[in-house]
């Protein structure tokens, strides 16, 4: 009979709530380094056990410890179960962008910006824009917030890469303001200063025939209020890392959801809270998150 430990039963939210990662980086994890085994539903989602929940833990003490991802995810299929875990074989492409993603993270790491531009300019040449930015960029981001939170990544480290990322999704969004579709204005709330996520989530909109608007970070409320009446808005979209940003303008913020179609995303963001002021809640990661807006 098997154990406990191996039945499983939890989509992958419950696994990324449980184990503190993004969904998108347990996919990208999934795919590239056969680091989860799920089953199938009955209804065919995915279903994750124990056993997929400690080989994230095992890796994200193996990335703790300096190791690239790719030689966390080798010595976590190596250890666990005596090394008998159900392997997933890797296509080349999966091959492929898992090597480039950790040639980006050790550029990156090492702050050699000619190399980090090299893997990017490889990475666009080669993959679609939304592909690389959810596959490889949006993980990346997740990972170096982990080890800057876990004393493993330096503030130099963080403000280099941000810096490099932030240039190249700049490019990415050049006119990212013209053409006939529909105008969403992007902003984080005063307070907020990331916005990397944000700027993903413009570009892939922009692609699918959206107008953007991008205020950027820390905007007050009613220089946003005025920008969407000038510019006839047909949707507002507010980011925001941490809650303690949004609770003060809860009020203002209902206000506004009343005026223009609003959808908030971001970690700080709770079901209960878009609910409350009357806002769309982006739930999942801003590629995702973008195409199923456009559809």
Known sequence: MASAQRQPGWRIGELSRRVGVSDHVLRAW???YGLLNPSR???????????????????????????SAAEAARAVLTEVDGGHVPRVTPTPYVIEVGELSDALRDALDAMDEPAAQAVLDRLLAELSVPTVLRDVVLPYLQELGVR???????????????????????????????????RAVLACPPHELHDLALMVFGIVLNRLGWRIDYLGTSTPIEELARAAETRQTDLIVLSASVPEVLEPLRADLADLAERFPMALAGGGISAEFAAAVGARHLLGDPVTEAEGLAQ
């Open 41 to 67: 539903s009955t209804a065919g989602y995915r279903l994750y056990s124990e056993a997929d929940a400690d080989r994230i833990r095992r890796m994200r003490g193996h990335l703790a410890e300096g190791l």
């Open 30 to 32: 999934e795919t590239r």
């Open 148 to 182: 800057w939170q876990e004393g493993t990544a330096s503030v130099a480290q963080e403000h280099f890469a941000s810096f490099v990322i932030r240039g190249r999704l700049a490019g990415l969004a050049r006119g990212w303001g013209s053409g006939q579709g529909p």
